[in-house]
């Protein structure tokens, strides 16, 4: 049992440059989300999704776009990448919403040069 | 904006003794959560306790929540070199967006 897989690990794109951060979980949760960890700030929301076919936006989505084609994938994309989305990108999801813990995946390190 | 807020920022201590930390936070909310965050890994639910709820025990961990001060305190018993890691907790409000604070990092010696 994989739990959630987040593809690649790392990356350094230049700015402008766009990318795609794959999130796969096995444990046919309904919801996930991606969040970005900056030192000092800890996690913040950027887009959310409650079911296949649904995306919503969370604390931070300016300059991320999402995708829910497939009830165990999850897809960030950058469109034209800045050196303010340099960060740690975390994928998580849970059953149901509320009162139930989270499960994450060990984060993808983007650096925008 | 974040939500929780953690204290202290860092804490060092020996192996065998007790680490507390403090979180705060400033709207109403549904329950609280404790993540521990290994360096360079993803975050590990711990404990989650609702609202109405004011104190939980998990093996070493117990939690307190007190909502009239809207504060939250996560106590490791008997702390090992293994628990060594950044604790986080999160809020949930009941408006499809969880919060965390920004961590205390604890340094258990042996």
């Known amino acids: 049992n994989a739990g959630v897989t987040q593809t690649p690990k790392f990356r350094v794109l230049k700015t402008g440059q766009s990318m795609t951060l794959l999130c796969a979980q096995d444990m046919n949760h309904e919801y996930m989300y991606w969040y970005r960890q900056d030192p000092g700030m800890g996690l913040r929301l950027i887009h959310y999704s409650v079911g296949e076919g649904t995306t919503a936006k969370g604390e931070v989505p300016d300059g991320y776009n999402v995708s829910r084609l497939k009830k165990q994938n999850f897809l960030l994309g950058l469109e034209s990448a800045a050196p303010s989305q340099t960060s740690v990108y975390f994928c998580a999801s849970n059953r149901r919403w509320g009162n139930q813990p989270q499960h994450f995946g060990d984060g993808t390190r983007l650096s925008i040069l | 904006s974040q939500q929780g807020e953690e204290d202290p920022q860092a804490l060092s201590i020996q192996e065998g003794e007790n680490a507390t930390m403090n979180c705060s936070y400033k709207t109403s909310i549904n329950n609280l959560q404790w993540y521990r965050q290994n360096s360079g890994r993803g975050l590990v639910h711990l404990i989650l306790?609702?609202?109405?709820?004011r104190e939980k025990h998990s093996g070493r961990l117990r939690v307190t929540l007190d909502t009239s001060k809207k504060s939250s305190s996560l106590l490791i018993t008997a702390s090992r070199a293994a628990d060594t890691a950044s604790y986080f907790c999160?809020?949930?409000?009941?408006?499809?967006?969880?919060?965390f604070g920004a961590g205390t990092r604890l340094t258990v010696k042996p």
């Open positions: 306790i609702r609202s109405n709820e």
């Open positions: 999160a809020t949930d409000a009941n408006n499809n967006d969880m919060r």
